[in-house]
C-alpha cells in the first residue's frame, strides 16, 4: 500500500468536538494497529531508521503514553474495552520477562525478545526517565480496570509487580540528593546525568516519592531537581513571566509528558504554580512563533508550536532557542488544556488547510517545515501519545482523575510538599 492509498480523506464542515474526536481516533491507530504484534508495546516510530530496526525497536515511555491513549480508546469506545485490557496484559506479560535492571526498564527494547537496545553507546542499561512514563501509564491502567473481575484484578496485581519492582532509591547513585538518568550493567554510572529540572521529568520524582518499596527521601526532590541551574526563570517573554525552566521555556514537551497524568489544575509547591506554569510556557513558544524572528515561512497564530521531533535535517528539541523553522502539530494539540483557542485554531489550520499534506493513516505527520517546503513522512510515539491523552484531558480530565486517583501517587505529592485539590478529594 503506498502512502497515498493510505491517507484518509480530508472531512469538510466538521464541528470543533467532531475534529477533536477524528483526531484522537486517528492518532490512536499509531498505538493500536502498529503495535509490535508480540510485546503490544509501542514502536518507537513509524519509518526506517538508520540507527535501528524501527519494526523491532519499541520504547518503553512511549508505551506509557500509548496505554494512556488506549485507556481513552475504550472509555470514548473506539476500541472495545476487553480488547484494551487484553493489550495492557499482553504489555504487562511481556514487560515481565523483558530485560531490566533494578526494576528500570532501557528507553528501547527489542519488541520480540525483550533485550535492550542501545540508545547510545553507553545508554544501554535502566533509564529512569522513560521508565517513570511507563509507570505511570500502567498506574492510570491499574486504576481504569478497577472491576472485581478475575482479568481485571490480575491485570493490577501484575502492574503492581513492575511498580514495586522499580528501585528508585537506586538511582541516587548511592545516597545522593539528587537522582541519575541511567545505570548499565556494562557501563556503570558512566552516563553520569543527574535529572535536574526544569525539564519534563518532574513525573520521574513524584513516582520516585510516591514508591511503596523503594521511595526516595524528599531532599532528593528539593536538593536535587530544584538546583540546576535552569530551573528558575521569572523573566518576561513577549509580555509573559515564565516562573520556571532555561530562557523561552524550552521546548513545549516539557509541559507535556508528565502532566499527562499529573493534573497541573491547582497544583502547586513552594516553587510554582504549574497551571500558571504550562500555561506561560506554551503562550510564549507560541508568542515567539507570532513574532517569527528569523522569518520562516508558515509561522502566525494559527501555526505555532517548537518541540522535540523530526526535522527536515534531523531529529531535534527545537524550541526558541533552536528554531530552525520546524512546526510539530503536537506541540500546539498537547496544549490544548493550556490554551483551548489558540490550540483549536492550530488544530483547524493543519486538518482545514494542510490536511491534504499533514494528515495521514496514524494522524497528523511528525512535523513540517513550510520554508523548505518538507513533511515529515514519520509518526512517533512519544509525539503522537500526548495528543491523544492531552486532548482528553481537555475534554474530560480522564487521565488526570486516573492517575490522580492513585494513592501511592497522592502521598508521594505530600511527602514532596505539593498541595492540589485532588490530595483531599
Given at each position: 500500500?503506498?502512502?497515498?492509498?493510505?491517507?484518509?480523506?480530508?472531512?469538510?464542515?466538521?464541528?470543533?468536538?467532531?475534529?477533536?474526536?477524528?483526531?484522537?481516533?486517528?492518532?490512536?491507530?499509531?498505538?493500536?494497529?502498529?503495535?509490535?504484534?508480540?510485546?503490544?508495546?509501542?514502536?518507537?516510530?513509524?519509518?526506517?531508521?538508520?540507527?535501528?530496526?524501527?519494526?523491532?525497536?519499541?520504547?518503553?515511555?512511549?508505551?506509557?503514553?500509548?496505554?494512556?491513549?488506549?485507556?481513552?480508546?475504550?472509555?470514548?469506545?473506539?476500541?472495545?474495552?476487553?480488547?484494551?485490557?487484553?493489550?495492557?496484559?499482553?504489555?504487562?506479560?511481556?514487560?515481565?520477562?523483558?530485560?531490566?535492571?533494578?526494576?528500570?526498564?532501557?528507553?528501547?527494547?527489542?519488541?520480540?525478545?525483550?533485550?535492550?537496545?542501545?540508545?547510545?553507546?553507553?545508554?544501554?542499561?535502566?533509564?529512569?526517565?522513560?521508565?517513570?512514563?511507563?509507570?505511570?501509564?500502567?498506574?492510570?491502567?491499574?486504576?481504569?480496570?478497577?472491576?472485581?473481575?478475575?482479568?481485571?484484578?490480575?491485570?493490577?496485581?501484575?502492574?503492581?509487580?513492575?511498580?514495586?519492582?522499580?528501585?528508585?532509591?537506586?538511582?541516587?547513585?548511592?545516597?545522593?540528593?539528587?537522582?541519575?538518568?541511567?545505570?548499565?550493567?556494562?557501563?556503570?554510572?558512566?552516563?553520569?546525568?543527574?535529572?535536574?529540572?526544569?525539564?519534563?521529568?518532574?513525573?520521574?520524582?513524584?513516582?520516585?516519592?510516591?514508591?511503596?518499596?523503594?521511595?526516595?527521601?524528599?531532599?532528593?526532590?528539593?536538593?536535587?531537581?530544584?538546583?540546576?541551574?535552569?530551573?528558575?526563570?521569572?523573566?518576561?517573554?513577549?509580555?509573559?513571566?515564565?516562573?520556571?525552566?532555561?530562557?523561552?521555556?524550552?521546548?513545549?514537551?516539557?509541559?507535556?509528558?508528565?502532566?499527562?497524568?499529573?493534573?497541573?489544575?491547582?497544583?502547586?509547591d513552594r516553587y510554582?504554580?504549574?497551571?500558571?506554569?504550562?500555561?506561560?510556557?506554551?503562550?510564549?513558544?507560541?508568542?515567539?512563533?507570532?513574532?517569527?524572528?528569523?522569518?520562516?515561512?508558515?509561522?502566525?497564530?494559527?501555526?505555532?508550536?517548537?518541540?522535540?521531533?523530526?526535522?527536515?535535517?534531523?531529529y531535534g528539541a527545537?524550541?526558541?532557542?533552536?528554531?530552525?523553522?520546524?512546526?510539530?502539530?503536537?506541540?500546539?494539540?498537547?496544549?490544548?488544556?493550556?490554551?483551548?483557542?489558540?490550540?483549536?485554531?492550530?488544530?483547524?489550520?493543519?486538518?482545514?488547510?494542510?490536511?491534504?499534506?499533514?494528515?495521514?493513516?496514524?494522524?497528523?505527520?511528525?512535523?513540517f517545515n513550510r520554508?523548505?517546503?518538507?513533511?515529515?513522512?514519520?509518526?512517533?510515539?512519544?509525539?503522537?501519545?500526548?495528543?491523544?491523552?492531552?486532548?482528553?484531558?481537555?475534554?474530560?480530565?480522564?487521565?488526570?482523575?486516573?492517575?490522580?486517583?492513585?494513592?501511592?501517587?497522592?502521598?508521594?505529592?505530600?511527602?514532596?510538599?505539593?498541595?492540589?485539590?485532588?490530595?483531599?478529594?
Amino acid at each position: 500500500m503506498t502512502p497515498d492509498e493510505q491517507r484518509p480523506a480530508i472531512q469538510s464542515g466538521l464541528s470543533d468536538e467532531a475534529l477533536l474526536e477524528l483526531v484522537q481516533r486517528q492518532t490512536l491507530a499509531y498505538f493500536w494497529d502498529f503495535g509490535h504484534p508480540v510485546s503490544g508495546l509501542a514502536r518507537e516510530r513509524s519509518n526506517p531508521d538508520p540507527g535501528y530496526d524501527y519494526l523491532e525497536t519499541v520504547c518503553s515511555g512511549g508505551s506509557g503514553f500509548g496505554i494512556m491513549a488506549m485507556l481513552v480508546g475504550a472509555e470514548r469506545g473506539f476500541i472495545p474495552r476487553p480488547a484494551v485490557l487484553d493489550r495492557v496484559r499482553q504489555i504487562v506479560e511481556f514487560l515481565g520477562r523483558a530485560e531490566a535492571h533494578h526494576g528500570v526498564f532501557p528507553h528501547f527494547l527489542h519488541g520480540t525478545t525483550g533485550a535492550a537496545i542501545s540508545f547510545s553507546p553507553q545508554d544501554d542499561g535502566g533509564d529512569l526517565v522513560e521508565t517513570s512514563y511507563l509507570m505511570m501509564g500502567l498506574l492510570s491502567a491499574r486504576q481504569y480496570f478497577a472491576s472485581a473481575a478475575t482479568a481485571e484484578a490480575g491485570l493490577r496485581a501484575a502492574i503492581d509487580r513492575l511498580w514495586h519492582a522499580v528501585e528508585w532509591d537506586w538511582h541516587t547513585q548511592g545516597g545522593q540528593d539528587v537522582l541519575y538518568w541511567h545505570w548499565s550493567p556494562r557501563h556503570g554510572w558512566a552516563m553520569n546525568h543527574p535529572i535536574i529540572g526544569w525539564n519534563e521529568c518532574l513525573i520521574t520524582y513524584v513516582m520516585a516519592a510516591a514508591s511503596p518499596t523503594h521511595p526516595i527521601a524528599p531532599a532528593v526532590y528539593h536538593r536535587g531537581w530544584t538546583g540546576g541551574p535552569e530551573f528558575y526563570n521569572g523573566h518576561d517573554y513577549h509580555g509573559i513571566t515564565l516562573p520556571l525552566g532555561p530562557v523561552h521555556g524550552g521546548p513545549l514537551f516539557f509541559s507535556h509528558y508528565s502532566f499527562l497524568g499529573l493534573d497541573p489544575r491547582g497544583l502547586r509547591d513552594r516553587y510554582a504554580d504549574y497551571w500558571e506554569q504550562n500555561r506561560a510556557h506554551t503562550l510564549v513558544n507560541r508568542a515567539h512563533c507570532i513574532a517569527n524572528p528569523n522569518g520562516h515561512a508558515g509561522y502566525g497564530p494559527r501555526c505555532w508550536g517548537l518541540t522535540a521531533c523530526d526535522g527536515d535535517a534531523g531529529y531535534g528539541a527545537f524550541n526558541p532557542e533552536q528554531d530552525r523553522g520546524v512546526i510539530a502539530p503536537t506541540a500546539a494539540l498537547s496544549a490544548m488544556p493550556y490554551t483551548p483557542r489558540e490550540s483549536m485554531e492550530a488544530l483547524r489550520h493543519y486538518y482545514d488547510d494542510l490536511g491534504n499534506e499533514l494528515w495521514g493513516r496514524f494522524g497528523f505527520a511528525d512535523a513540517f517545515n513550510r520554508s523548505r517546503g518538507w513533511v515529515a513522512n514519520s509518526n512517533l510515539a512519544i509525539d503522537q501519545g500526548p495528543i491523544v491523552g492531552m486532548i482528553e484531558n481537555h475534554r474530560t480530565g480522564l487521565l488526570w482523575d486516573l492517575f490522580m486517583s492513585c494513592a501511592e501517587v497522592r502521598s508521594g505529592l505530600q511527602r514532596l510538599g505539593f498541595t492540589s485539590p485532588r490530595l483531599f478529594a
